[in-house]
């Protein structure tokens, strides 16, 4: 790394709230308006539109050595005009708990020459590794839990078994349905349903994400009604979708849905 200080921009908002937590957010130059955790530390950091939708010329004017981008929730023509004025895109793509201890590498790794950075990661790193072996210690069922994650309605709209929401689950002996993959990236990692699939009948619990559509009370009735045998539940999509340091308090919150009193 050079001399000068670095200026970081995170358009992905479980890396924007992960590089603070490495200690990283006096350098942070630009955010997306979809990374607001935590709160006090990037009130003061200009946003640059969404993740879809960034604002390249206003992040060029913030003129930032290094920039983190994710697969799944940038585009590549994004990725591409900032490879025009960016020394360094940072490109993440955790599909599974597996790829976590990486990502707390490749994210301090660029900037290891700060104080504090190496030891935040190691220390990140071995809170994880103990909230995995957490989920690996509880008690199991013989048979996993039939789950259906929903994240969309009109039409209704779930995850591939390889997506991060299908395995972080599977911590826990949850397995979603359908039984599809969707491959390393693109639309069909995240099927649409129908709603007369026959195995909607055998879902043991359908979960209601609170993104990226937010579910509520309201919609209770509609999900059970298309899956009359489950359990239907309310949860927060922040802590079963994104990754990096709040994945660590997903996996805890995982736990405690699997003990709550039906």
């Known amino acids: 790394m050079s001399a000068a200080p670095p200026r970081i921009a995170s358009l992905v908002p479980s890396a924007t709230e992960t590089l603070v937590a490495l200690g ?43 920039v983190v981008l994710n697969v799944d929730e940038n585009r590549r023509e994004t990725a591409e005009a900032l490879r025009e004025f960016v020394p360094q895109l940072i490109v993440t793509h955790p599909s599974r708990p597996d790829d976590n201890a990486a990502l707390f590498e490749q994210l ?51 995850v591939a078994r390889d997506t991060w929401i299908s395995t972080l689950l599977a911590e826990v002996g949850w397995q979603t349905w359908p039984p599809q993959l969707g491959g390393e990236h693109g639309a069909a ?49 922040e802590l079963l979708s994104w990754w990096g340091v709040r994945a660590i308090a997903g996996l805890a919150y995982l736990q405690q849905l699997t003990i709550e009193a039906p």
């Open 24 to 66: 990283l957010a006096p350098w942070l130059v630009a955010r997306t308006g979809f990374c607001i955790h935590p709160a006090p530390a990037l009130a003061a950091v200009p946003k640059v539109g969404g993740t879809k939708d960034v604002n390249i010329t206003k992040l060029r004017r913030l003129a930032p050595t290094h």
């Open 108 to 158: 301090s790794q660029p900037f290891a020459e700060l104080p504090g950075v190496n030891d935040r990661a190691q220390a990140l790193n071995a809170r994880w590794q103990a909230a995995r072996q957490a989920c690996r210690n509880r008690p199991t069922t013989q048979r996993p839990e039939r789950v259906l994650y929903l994240i969309w309605r009109e039409p209704w709209m779930t």
């Open 189 to 237: 990692r995240y099927p649409a349903l129908r709603g007369d699939e026959p195995w909607l009948r055998d879902v043991d619990r359908v979960l209601l994400s609170s993104e990226p559509y937010r579910f509520g009370p309201e919609h209770l009735a509609e999900a059970q009604a298309l899956c009359p045998q489950a359990r239907v539940q309310l949860v927060d999509g």
